[in-house]
């Protein structure tokens, strides 16, 4: 099958096994009585079925799953990394929905994303080299190379999991991140790794359809865990792609290193959540709306997106100093508008 075809039919398929599988697992979810009640410190005000997330899954899986018989992949190796991919999100999938149905605490959720990340990395799938920005790579040294592959699989998994805290969110970031990663797979002639990213960026998709504000389904664990573990697997698969995912999701991963900065500065657990030190709460206090706030990350995270694949290894350096740049713009904002400081209530991260 040609390419451009495979491509468009692995896209329809991730995108209409979303749209009706979606509903499907909220469905599900309520019949078990898996649905998000409102809690204080949360955006959220209405109650909403929790178990979209899994709709997902089944959607980006059953994409691959019809990609294999057409498409040709010439490295045996990928086989091995798409097994790793495939078994760590089975893995997943009860810590995802024993979280959905208990709201474990925050040592649990740890444990459970690490165990997951060990095993693509035990497939093979591990970060050997960095990119420097000024050209070239540097290779990790061999007892490094475990660590850093699990703590930028873990990191990606929560930063995924803390930005989900309104409409439309996640989604549409992830959404985005798996599109840079698509087209950065076809500037290096990686067609059928670059199907993989296409069929998350499919189900993402269809699960806007239902999630964008005001949201009707929200993703639950289920969903955020799966999404930055998927796409921080997919960015090391068919040679490391971490610093276009790192510009990509520069801004959602610097205000999670922030706001864990500030709560251990203040004394409190970095897993303490519900204190509305992230950027986007800070935005909804500072009077924008749901949508404006959801829009404007799309806007900012397509823009360096979009710098991520047209800049080269030193420039990319430049773009960061942009996501930064662009943050302190934010803050300069929410000072003008006295929304910097908020009060705490002490509920625990999602």
Not at 8 to 19: D, E, N, Q, S
Not at 135 to 160: C, S
Not at 309 to 333: E, M, S, T
Request: hydrophobic share 55%.
């Amino acid at each position: 099958m040609p390419i451009p075809t495979l491509m468009l039919l692995i896209f329809a398929v991730a995108l209409a096994g979303a749209l009706v599988g979606v509903p499907l697992a909220a469905q599900v979810g309520a019949l078990v009585g898996l649905v998000d009640r409102p809690r204080p410190g949360e955006v959220q005000r209405r109650t909403l079925k929790r178990t979209g997330g899994y709709g997902i899954i089944v959607a980006f899986f059953l994409a691959v799953a019809v990609s294999l018989p057409f498409a040709d992949r010439v490295d045996v190796t990928e086989f091995g990394r798409l097994a790793g991919l495939a078994f760590g999100a089975a893995l997943l999938v009860p810590f995802a929905a024993w979280d959905d149905a208990k709201r474990l605490g925050p040592l649990p959720q740890l444990v459970a994303q690490i165990a997951c990340a060990a095993v693509p990395v035990a497939f093979g799938v591990r970060l050997t080299s960095i990119s420097s920005p000024f050209g070239g790579t540097i290779p990790l040294p061999l007892w490094l190379i475990v660590p850093a592959t699990l703590f930028w699989i873990v990191g990606m998994t929560n930063t995924l999991n803390w930005i989900d805290t309104m409409d439309g969110l996640a989604g549409g970031v992830s959404l985005i991140g798996a599109a840079v990663l698509f087209f950065a797979s076809l500037r290096l002639g990686q067609y059928t790794i670059g199907l993989l990213p296409l069929a998350l960026a499919g189900a993402c998709l269809g699960f806007l359809a239902y999630n964008f504000p005001p949201a009707r389904i929200i993703m639950g664990t289920g969903g955020s865990m799966f999404l930055g573990y998927a796409l921080g697997v997919l960015s090391i698969i068919g040679g490391a792609k971490i610093a276009t995912a790192a510009l990509v999701l520069g801004i959602p991963i610097i205000d999670t290193a922030l706001v864990i900065m500030q709560r251990l500065a203040g004394g409190r657990s970095p897993f303490h959540g519900g204190d509305g030190r992230h950027l986007v709460h800070r935005l909804l206090a500072a009077g924008l709306n749901v949508r404006q706030i959801v829009l404007l990350l799309y806007a900012l995270t397509a823009l360096f997106g979009s710098l991520s694949l047209f800049l080269v290894k030193v420039q990319k350096f430049y773009a960061f100093a942009g996501v930064i740049a662009a943050i302190a713009l934010l803050f300069l904002f929410l000072k003008r508008r006295g929304a910097l400081i908020a009060p705490l209530t002490g509920e625990s991260e999602a």
